[in-house]
């Protein structure tokens, strides 16, 4: 029944997209082929993401495609190609920061951590809090299904991106790097915490 009705949910959403187009005078022709293009893109990533509500994504669907149709006026090919890279933006395979030639380091979630970690990398305090993340890993590594140790020495060692630390690892997307990355983070200030000249690292 679930199915049935998520089915008749999404042909009512594809109903509606396709007269938003038509109101709007797009032409037949390319109505199809920008949902050809976002619905191939979208079904081929490994990983297509979703709105918990089905109310929001129809919501989020017609104001892009509305914005697709707009783009028509303009030029259909640059609409086109407008579909494809917004249906990989919905997909944890893009990492926003590889499509520009620099990143602002500052505006991470974890800089603090990261600040700290290079400034102490070759002191005892983070020597000793590698053995416990080890042990973390050892412990929870099948439960999380998480190499916390690799992701750890990826992230705050090597400075990879998500996107790098996906391919390097069995995580799926950019939410089970944050997942993994939260865990770490946690564990690490709940160690600085057990030391008395350490306070909480900020993130």
Request: charged share 25%; with cysteine.
């Amino acid at each position: 029944m679930k199915n049935i009705k998520s089915r008749l949910f999404n042909i009512f959403e594809l109903m509606l997209i396709i007269i938003i187009g038509l109101s709007m005078k797009v032409p037949v022709q390319e109505i199809i082929f920008l949902l050809i293009i976002f619905m191939v893109v979208r079904k081929n990533s490994n990983n297509p993401m979703h709105y918990k509500s089905p109310y929001l994504c129809m919501l989020w669907t017609i104001l892009i495609f509305t914005s697709f149709y707009i783009l028509t006026y303009v030029n259909p090919i640059i609409a086109m190609l407008g579909a494809g890279f917004a249906a990989l933006v919905v997909t944890g395979n893009a990492d926003v920061n590889d499509t520009f030639m620099f990143s602002n380091d500052d505006e991470s979630k974890y800089r603090e951590m990261k600040k700290f970690i290079q400034e102490n990398r070759d002191t005892e305090i983070i020597k000793e809090y590698e053995k416990i993340i080890k042990i973390l890993n050892q412990k929870y590594e099948k439960r999380y299904k998480i190499d916390f140790y690799k992701v750890f020495i990826l992230e705050f060692y090597e400075r990879k991106t998500f996107k790098q630390i996906i391919e390097e690892t069995n995580l799926k997307d950019n939410k089970e790097v944050t997942k993994a990355l939260d865990i770490i983070s946690m564990s690490f200030n709940t160690y600085l915490q057990t030391k008395n000249e350490y306070g909480e690292i900020a993130i």
